[in-house]
Every structure is written in C-alpha cells, then in structure tokens.
C-alpha cells in the first residue's frame, strides 16, 4: 500500500513538472511544485523525489542550482498516462460545425481542408497524407489513353468521390484494350481495390478467353509498374509552416531550418506517416524515438482516417515538444473521426 502511495506521488510530481515545464519552457524547482500542492508535500520530500526521477532518467538538471527539466523519457511517460486518461474518459468534442467536413465532396479539397483545420486548431503544423489509389475500394474504374506512354485513371470510390490520376506505363496498350478493362475489372472487381485485384490475378489467374489471358497479363505489369510508381510518388497535404516559425523559443533555429528542408523533400515524413497508417487511436511520436535529425525537436500527434474498416491514411499535427498534449490529442482524435464520418457519409448518400 505504502510503496502504490509512494509511486502515486511521484507521478503526481512528474506530472505537475512536465505540465508547468510545457507552459513555461524554464526549469521547474520543489518549491513551485509545492506551491501548486498547496504544501501538503514538503519542498525537501519534493526535492528527494526530483533527485530520484532524475536518476531514474525522467528529468535532468541544466546545472546545479536550476530545477528539473523533463526529458523524452518522462515527457513520453507523461503522454502514455494521458492517453490512458482520454481514452477512458469518453468526451465528444466539437471543434466546429458537423457538417464543417461533410459538405465537401472533392476528395483533394476535403484533404487540404482538414490539414489547414489541424494547423489553424493547433497553431502547428496541420498534416494529411493522402491515400494510395491503389488501397482504396472502387465503384468503378475508366482507363482513358493519353499518350503511347500515359494513362488517365478516373476511378469513382465506393464513398462517392471521383479521384483521377495520370500514370506513367512502359506496356503500351490500344484504347479498346483499355475500355475492355475497365469493363472487366468493373464486372468482377466492384467493391474490392486494385491491390485485390493484382494479388488475386497472380493468385488465381482466372481461364478466360485468349484476348482476356493477354490482357490479364498486360493488367498484371500495369499494376505492377503504378504500384512502384505510386510508391515513390506518396502525397501529403502540408498547412502552418509559418505556425512553426513565428515560435523561435520552441525550437532550434539550426533544428528548425533542417526540419523545413526536409519538409519541403516530404519523403522522410511521408516514410514515417505511412509506417503509422495501421495504427490504432492516436499515437504520439517524440523527436527522440525516431533516428530522424530534422525531428529532434518535434512532437508528432498521429492518427489515422478511414473507411469502414479499411484504413486510407494518416493525419497529424508536427509541433514543438512544449505543446498542450491534452488538447491537441483530442483534436487530432475529432479531426480523425470527422474526417472518416465525411467519406463514410458520403458512401451512404449514394
């Protein structure tokens, strides 16, 4: 009972130093701590505690006289106990307007939209990244032939939104190849994504007629040659790098312009958004548990959007380590939940 008390105290005391630290960016001393307890602990028992959490690696001294500083480790400690409070806590949260997402019905502006919401809501960086084409379940599909070496895609979602892309091919094909299918992938196919349909061609190829057999094959090095394609090329919806910058005291400068650098290459944050893209509920990402430089100084908020059950991709907010955790995790959670109930609204309007 003593030693569950004991650990109660000095999580309470963590809790109150990470807390005061986000708010005031200097470090914390025992008698700030036990002014905010009202002095039901003694300033000397808050200093023995703060000297055992600092050797147990959750809070640093800058230098001797200062007071304590949390590191990753306790910041993160923090964090996970405020995720377990949340998530136990049941609370709506109404940002806007219900209809705020719901009434877009353009997949690109609905994206954009939702990254500036995260931005303007959080004062950071609002972040979306967009689904692959080739994850998301599809009404119907219209190959249009452009060029010898480009094809437009417009495929129709089972939610309702009309997506187009231009893909870049090395097998060519005829347009009455490509109305053929369209038609066939339309027939069998309606419903499931084109990584379905790529596996179960390599699968299960199906004993079609000759013109079919062919054409399944030449399907089969499409898929092959958009997924690759697809991959190198990931999207990302980015709002509120001047956010970021207009907080010189949160961060680095040196750290701050390797962050924008790598922002502006989008490759490294889109690895790191798609590694997160199954995730369940909002994760919350330190600079220090990723080997990433530009990111040491940051606090990634992630969660992800999706249809049904079919997870199309992820959205966040990248801001400083000093940040209202509380209220930014359950803004992420809102924006998340929004922005699945928009395209699963949109799906049953149909």
């Known amino acids: 009972m003593k030693k569950a008390l004991k650990k109660e ?10 807390e005061n630290y986000i708010k005031s960016g200097v470090p914390i001393s025992s008698k700030l701590i036990a002014e905010k307890l009202n002095y039901k602990i003694s300033s000397a028992t808050i200093r023995n505690i703060m000297a055992k959490l600092d050797e ?14 949390p590191t990753d480790l306790g910041l993160k400690f923090y964090i996970n106990k405020l995720l377990e409070e949340i998530s136990s806590f049941k ?20 994206l954009e939209k939702t990254s500036k919401f995260l931005s ?31 094809i437009m895609l417009i495929m129709t979602t089972t939610s ?13 094909f005829t347009q009455n190849e490509l109305d053929l299918a369209s038609e066939y992938l339309n027939k069998n196919f309606a419903g499931k994504n084109l990584i379905y349909v790529r ?19 030449k399907l089969i090095n499409f898929l092959k040659n958009y997924f690759n394609f697809e991959k190198n090329r990931d999207k990302v919806f980015l709002e509120g790098q001047a956010n970021l ?3 010189p005291e949160l961060f680095k400068m040196d750290e701050l312009k390797m962050l924008f650098e790598d922002l502006e290459k989008k490759a490294k944050l889109i690895k790191l958004l798609t590694n997160f893209i199954n995730a369940e509920g909002v ?44 209220e930014v995790i359950n803004l992420v959670d809102y924006t998340a939940k929004s922005l699945t109930r928009a395209i699963s609204k949109a799906h049953w309007e149909v």
């Open 9 to 18: 105290r000095e999580n309470l005391i963590l809790k109150l130093i990470v």
């Open 56 to 69: 147990e690696g959750f809070l640093y001294q800058p230098h001797t006289s200062a007071g304590r500083i």
């Open 91 to 110: 609370k709506e949260y109404n940002f806007v307007s219900k209809d705020f997402f719901e009434k877009e019905v353009d997949l690109d502006l609905l």
């Open 120 to 150: 303007d809501f959080s004062d950071s960086l609002g972040i979306v990244l967009y689904p692959r084409i080739s994850r998301i379940n599809f009404k119907r599909l219209k190959f249009i032939k452009l060029s010898e070496n480009r």
């Open 160 to 172: 309702n939104f009309t997506i187009t892309d231009t893909i870049y091919i090395r097998v060519n």
């Open 199 to 217: 596996d179960y061609f390599l699968k299960t190829l199906p004993k079609e007629r000759a013109l079919l057999d062919k054409l399944i094959k």
């Open 245 to 247: 910058l207009a907080k």
């Open 283 to 326: 994760r919350v990402i330190i600079g220090s548990e990723i080997d990433l430089p530009f990111f040491s100084g940051c606090t990634l908020i992630i969660s992800n959007y999706r249809f049904k059950n079919q997870s199309l991709g992820s959205l966040g907010i990248l801001g400083p380590k000093r940040m209202p955790y509380k």
